[in-house]
């Protein structure tokens, strides 16, 4: 059974500072997706990561794919206010897309 | 507006009632995906159609039920409702094989009182 693991589940940063959550994931696949969620929102993709070495930018928000580890990050650079919020990886496999817990971010001033 | 319309936005009901959730998807969307988000489990996925028929099936109580209309359209019911069953239900969509992910739409807040 395909099982998504993120850590860490809570976050609490300073502004500025940087930071990576992790996101595992137990059987092959080479499609894992990032999604934003704000409290009582709707969930928003961030990023789509599509092979192995994939890496993409938006912003303060760098996320990177390593389908050999089944490992994906997103790093957080020089973290501000507006980046709190609750961060979701999902994996797909045969168009069934599988969330972790999400770890849940809070930047303070 | 992520184009996937979800009713009602809110809805309290009473134990042991019914209710229905409406979810219509983004246009050119044939797959359908219903979730349930608590707090304390997280964002389970509980069943998805394509193009009126089910495809997948996930961690779905057997009081829950869905369906796909041809105007691709989904309906999730949920019957004989428990105080647990309170919780955010998203529908998303996509274009089967769409490597873009799903699309959320706004949710649906179901209060079992």
Aim: charged content about 20%; aromatic content about 10%.
């Amino acid at each position: 059974e395909l099982k998504v693991e993120q850590n860490p589940l809570f976050l609490s940063m300073q502004e500025g500072k940087n930071y990576t959550i992790y996101c595992n994931y137990s059987t092959t696949s080479d499609r894992l997706y990032w999604y934003r969620q704000d409290p009582g929102k709707s969930l928003e993709s961030l990023f789509v990561l599509l092979s192995n070495g994939a890496v993409k930018q938006e912003g303060r928000l760098m996320a990177s794919l390593d389908t050999k580890a089944r490992l994906s990050t997103l790093h957080i650079t020089a973290a501000v206010h507006d980046l709190s919020a609750t961060y979701f990886c999902a994996v797909d496999i045969d168009n069934d897309m599988r969330f972790g817990a999400g770890t849940r971010l809070t930047v303070k001033p | 507006d992520s184009g996937v319309t979800q009713t009602p936005k809110h809805l309290i009901t009473a134990t042991g009632q019914r209710v229905t959730l409406r979810c219509s998807p983004r246009s050119g969307d044939l797959s359908v995906y219903w979730y349930q988000q608590s707090l304390d489990q997280g964002l389970q996925f509980l069943i998805q159609y394509y193009n009126g028929e089910e495809r997948a099936k996930g961690n779905i109580l057997e009081r829950f039920s869905a369906q796909q209309f041809p105007d691709l359209h989904s309906e999730l019911n949920l019957s004989s409702l428990e105080l647990g069953d309170s919780a955010l239900y998203f529908c998303a969509s996509s274009v089967l094989w769409d490597r873009d992910g799903y699309t959320f739409g706004s949710g649906t807040r179901l209060t079992v009182v």
